[in-house]
C-alpha cells in the first residue's frame, strides 16, 4: 500500500509540472510580500539612524572624543583625530545613504505611488509622507554637518546619477527648510499615520510636527551667522508653530536588553572597558559640584573621595581613572534623537540674537539646565542649588552670553557626541584643545570636518575632486559653511 501511495503522489506532482507553461512559477510563494513594506523600511531607517547617533564604535562614532566627554586609555589613533585608519568617511556616508535615506526614500515613494480614496486615507497618506521627509531632512543636515558639500540633487538614483554630483553646502539646508515647511504643512495631527512602525512616536502626527519644528530652529540657527534674516525667519517661524515645551516630546530611541535590540554603548562600556571620562569634562563638573556627576561617572569609580579623569589621548591605566556611569552602560538605555533640554538652549542662543522666541536668553538658560538635571533624575533641590552658584548664575557667571549658553549646553549634551561636536563648531565655545599627539593632518586643531570616504577620491573621482575645491579642501580642518567664526 505504502508502495501505491508514493507512485501516486510522485506521478500526481510530474503532472502538475508537465502541465505548467512556466517552470518558474513553481517558486514563487504568492502569499508572500514581493516588496519590503513602507513602514517596515522606515522602522529599519531608524534603527540605524538611531545606531548613528548612539553608538561609540572607534568604526562608527568618534564624536564623544571630539566633543573630549570621553577618552581611550589603550587604542588612541582615533581620539588623536585619524580619521583615515578607519575610513569613517565611508562608515558614515554608508550608513547614512544606504541603510537610513534609501529605506526611507524607498518607503515615500511606495505611499506615493498607492491610490487612495476618500479624505481620512488621503490625510493618512499625507501624514506619511510627512513624517518621512522630516527624518529624510535630518538625515541630510546630518550628511552636511558632517562634510559640507554632499551628494543631494542627483543622490539615490543610481541608474540615472552613478556619479552624483555634490550640491553646495548652504543650498541644500536651504531646500531642506522649504520642504520641511510643507512637511509641516501637511500634518493633520486629527488623522493617523504609521502606528506601531514609528519606534520614535508610535504614530502620534503630533509629536512628529512638534519635532518638525524643533528642528526647523536647529536649522534656523545654524544659517544665523551666515544669513541672519533667513535664520530668524525660520527660528521664529518655527517658534509661533510650536517646539518641543516639556520632556515627553523628546524623541527618544528606547533600546531592550536583548542581544538584538540593546543598547550599542553596552559593547564600548563593558565589553571593551578602555573608555573613560576626560580630565577636561570630570574637572569642570568637580570645580562646579555639578550633581550629574553621579550619574554621568560611576560613583563606585571615585579616586580619593571625588571623581578623576584621564588626559586625553594618551595611553594610560584604566584602572587609574574613574569610568562612565551605570546607567550608560545599561542595554535599555535609550538613545536621544531629538529632546526638550536642547530646544531650551537653542532658544537661549535666539534669544540672545535678538530672536522674538517669547523669552529672554537668561530664562531658557535656566530652563535648560533644569530640563537636563530632570532628564538625568537629579532631584529639584540639588538642580537649584547648581543653578544659585555664582559660576553657574546667568547673571554672574563668567564669559559672554554666548560662552554661557554653549558651555551648559556641551555639558547637557553629554553622551550625544555628534550634537555636541557640532555645536562645539558652531558657537565655538568651551575652548577644546588638541593633543600633542594628534595626527598632522588635524594641524594642531580639534576637528571641525570629518574627511569624505577614501572611495569617493577613487570612484566618483572627478565630483570628489569639485566638491573638495569647492568648499576649501578635504580637510579636518575645512570648516562647514555655518562655521563662521
Known amino acids: 500500500m505504502k508502495i501505491v501511495k508514493t507512485i501516486f503522489f510522485a506521478g500526481a506532482i510530474l503532472l502538475s509540472v508537465a502541465s505548467c507553461d512556466n517552470l518558474e512559477d513553481l517558486n514563487q510563494d504568492e502569499k508572500a510580500y514581493t516588496t519590503v513594506l513602507p513602514g517596515a523600511l522606515m522602522t529599519s531607517a531608524q534603527v540605524n539612524y538611531a545606531f548613528f547617533l548612539t553608538n561609540a564604535s572607534v568604526n562608527n562614532n568618534n564624536f564623544r572624543g571630539y566633543a573630549q566627554y570621553w577618552t581611550a586609555t589603550t587604542y588612541t589613533d582615533e581620539v588623536n583625530y585619524n580619521q583615515e585608519r ?52 535630518m538625515a541630510y543636515q546630518t550628511l552636511v554637518d558632517l562634510f559640507g558639500n554632499v551628494a543631494y540633487s542627483e543622490a539615490l538614483d543610481i541608474k540615472a546619477h552613478p556619479y552624483p554630483k555634490y550640491d553646495d553646502a548652504k543650498t541644500i539646508y536651504l531646500d531642506l527648510a522649504a520642504r520641511l515647511d510643507l512637511a509641516i504643512a501637511n500634518m493633520d495631527v486629527t488623522k493617523d499615520s504609521f502606528g506601531n512602525a514609528d519606534l520614535i512616536y508610535k504614530g502620534n502626527v503630533g509629536k512628529w510636527k512638534i519635532l518638525a519644528n524643533s528642528v526647523k530652529l536647529k536649522l534656523g540657527l545654524h544659517l544665523a551667522d551666515v544669513d ?43 565589553n571593551e572597558s578602555q573608555t573613560v571620562p576626560t580630565a577636561f569634562f570630570v574637572n569642570e563638573l568637580n570645580a562646579k559640584a555639578d550633581p550629574r556627576r553621579d550619574i554621568f561617572f560611576n560613583p563606585n569609580s571615585k579616586k580619593q573621595g571625588n571623581y578623576k579623569g584621564a588626559p586625553y589621548a594618551k595611553q594610560v591605566s584604566y584602572s587609574d581613572f574613574s569610568n562612565v556611569g551605570t546607567r550608560l552602560k545599561e542595554k535599555t538605555n535609550p538613545g536621544v534623537l531629538f529632546d526638550y ?20 536668553a537668561e530664562e531658557y538658560y535656566k530652563k535648560g539646565i533644569l530640563a537636563s538635571m530632570h532628564f538625568w533624575g537629579v532631584a529639584d533641590t540639588e538642580a537649584q542649588t547648581y543653578l544659585n552658584r555664582a559660576d553657574v548664575d546667568f547673571a554672574t557667571a563668567t564669559g559672554t552670553a554666548k560662552e554661557k549658553i554653549a558651555y551648559q549646553l556641551w555639558i547637557a549634551y553629554y553622551n550625544r557626541g555628534f550634537e555636541a561636536w557640532t555645536e562645539y563648531r558652531r558657537l565655538d565655545f568651551p575652548v577644546l ?45 575645512t570648516k562647514i559653511f555655518w562655521d563662521k567664526f
Open 86 to 137: 578607519r575610513n569613517l568617511g565611508n562608515s558614515h556616508a554608508v550608513l547614512i545613504y544606504r541603510d537610513v535615506l534609501q529605506d526611507l526614500v524607498n518607503a515615500r515613494q511606495q505611499i506615493k505611488e498607492k491610490e487612495v480614496l476618500g479624505a481620512v486615507d488621503i490625510a493618512v497618506k499625507k501624514n506619511n509622507i510627512a513624517i518621512l521627509e522630516v527624518q529624510i531632512i
Open 228 to 270: 541672519p534674516a533667513k535664520a530668524k525667519s525660520m527660528v521664529e517661524s518655527a517658534y509661533s508653530s510650536g517646539i518641543m515645551t516639556n520632556e515627553s516630546q523628546t524623541a527618544l530611541f528606547q533600546y531592550f536588553s536583548s542581544l538584538v535590540d540593546m543598547n550599542p554603548l553596552y559593547d564600548t562600556l563593558v
Open 341 to 360: 533640554t536642547e530646544t531650551c538652549f537653542l532658544l537661549a542662543d535666539a534669544a540672545n540674537r535678538g530672536f522674538n522666541v517669547g523669552g529672554t
Open 433 to 477: 584643545q588638541a593633543p600633542s599627539t594628534a595626527v598632522d593632518a588635524a594641524q594642531g586643531k580639534v576637528p571641525v570636518r570629518n574627511i569624505y570616504s577614501i572611495f569617493d577620491k577613487t570612484l566618483n573621482k572627478e565630483n570628489y575632486e569639485a566638491a573638495a575645491n569647492a568648499i576649501g579642501g578635504d580637510l579636518m580642518t
